[in-house]
């Protein structure tokens, strides 16, 4: 009897163990409740940056007469990118394999159903957190021209620039194929993707536009405080679903990117504060909570490779430099980039995207080099490059659209328009009724 029961005892477990090899074997295609949990939270977290956190961010910085242009751009934009997304975006960044975009296949979502899986989550929980950052690069670009823009232009110009160029060069990175992935560019969440993007896309944009009327003769003090800390602290909090997201998973590296999240905000909060302390006498509020999105901007393309003190170092470096562009090269220059755009998101995602080569290294604390790659100096290059092919694709892919804009229908609102302000002229609404 008991031989008898061994054997079966034997038996059970041989047959357990045959069973389980196909579930070990595509352990990688089945879905995860956790990680579909994670990401469902991490996709809102991302829209909440957006609406209302930008928004907020924005409008209190713009003078009053503005304030709710900036928030139905922003309102508009996460709409407009939304339909554009579902109809066509998602399968230009990633419907296929290909080096320079992900074809036609997957347009008005075709095969994206209930039980199609990207990893371990549903498909459609990836396609909607993609959208997120869909939605907030081109949002990012209204803080360069804030204030000027006509409201049709701002819908054309947002809508032909997500097509073709932050659904293309999200490819290039992210997508199958991609030819700056393949390259090994790490670029975690969106330095390159969305912050260079969106900032070399943003200083264009100034450029192109012009100055805003009496700039900077006048004096165009942010109208409400109050409201850019609001937006920045929402920025702060649904940033963790930006970066910690990225990993699609709730993991071990999605735990060190929330981690290296918040030292990198809070060094470069500290810095730029400090900065401004030095130089002027007084920290402002304004600058601290800048000095916070300079932070989160620097360390989204290096949160899944770097360390704690990895992050410490690109926060403070983010912060100072950021300081830098905004405060003194912006005046010595002369552009007007109305809510530093550039100053912030380019400069900021430069300095993240170099970093993320120097310290993803194992020596200094970080989880390592991309494959093939096994030099700090290497890995540096690489960055670099996957740098100059966002900056010049986007520079002259962006120059274009504003020009062809402007030849067809006009960017700018007229001088009175903009003596009135946008509220009115724009929207016919007014934000405050005193």
Not at 98 to 110: I, S, V
Not at 396 to 408: E, M, N, R
Request: charged share 10%; net charge negative.
């Amino acid at each position: 009897m008991s031989i008898r029961k061994s054997l079966n005892v034997r038996a059970a477990a041989a047959t357990g163990a045959l069973l389980a090899l196909p579930s070990l074997a595509h352990a990688e295609d089945a879905l995860s409740s956790g990680d579909t949990a994670w990401m469902l939270t991490a996709t809102a977290l991302v829209l909440f940056m957006t609406i209302p956190g930008l928004s907020l961010f924005y409008a209190g910085m713009v003078r009053a007469k503005n304030g709710l242009s900036v928030m139905m751009q922003c309102f508009a934009i996460t709409s407009l990118m939304t339909v554009l997304w579902a109809v066509i975006g998602y399968s230009i960044a990633f419907g296929g394999e290909g080096a320079y975009w992900g074809g036609l296949d997957k347009m008005f979502l075709a095969g994206v159903g209930v039980d199609t899986l990207s990893g371990t989550i549903p498909e459609t929980v990836f396609m909607t957190f993609q959208m997120t950052f869909a939605i907030i690069t081109p949002a990012l670009i209204v803080g360069a021209f804030a204030e000027r823009m006509k409201f049709s232009a701002m819908m054309w110009f947002m809508a032909i620039w997500l097509l073709l160029v932050y659904a293309p060069i999200a490819h290039w990175v992210w997508g199958d194929g991609g030819w700056l992935g393949g390259k090994g560019v790490l670029d975690f969440a969106g330095g390159t993707v969305v912050h260079i993007n969106a900032g070399i896309a943003g200083l264009v944009a100034a450029l192109v536009l012009g100055k805003r009327k009496g700039y900077p003769g006048t004096a165009m003090p942010p109208h409400n405080l109050i409201l850019t800390v609001v937006g920045a602290g929402m920025l702060w909090v649904g940033w963790f679903g930006f970066n910690a997201g990225s990993e699609l998973a709730a993991d071990g590296t999605a735990g060190m990117a929330m981690a290296v999240t918040q030292i990198a905000t809070a060094a470069a909060a500290l810095a730029w504060m400090f900065s401004e302390w030095l130089l002027h006498g007084k920290p402002s509020v304004l600058g601290i909570a800048s000095g916070a999105v300079a932070g989160l901007v620097a360390i989204t393309p290096a949160s899944g490779s770097v360390g704690p003190m990895g992050a410490l170092a690109i926060g403070a470096a983010a912060g100072v430099g950021c300081f830098i562009a905004a405060v003194k090269v912006k005046p010595m220059l002369g552009y007007d980039d109305s809510l530093d755009a550039f100053g912030v998101h380019g400069i900021g995602g430069i300095i993240g995207a170099l970093l993320t080569g120097v310290f993803c290294a194992p020596s200094l604390g970080g989880a390592g080099f991309a494959d093939g790659v096994d030099s700090i100096g290497t890995q540096v290059g690489i960055q670099f490059v996957g740098i100059i092919a966002t900056l010049v694709y986007t520079l002259i892919a962006t120059f274009i659209i504003l020009k062809v804009l402007d030849a067809l229908i006009g960017l700018r609102v007229t001088e009175e328009e903009e003596t009135e302000g946008l509220d009115l002229s724009q929207h016919d609404e007014r934000a405050y009724n005193l």
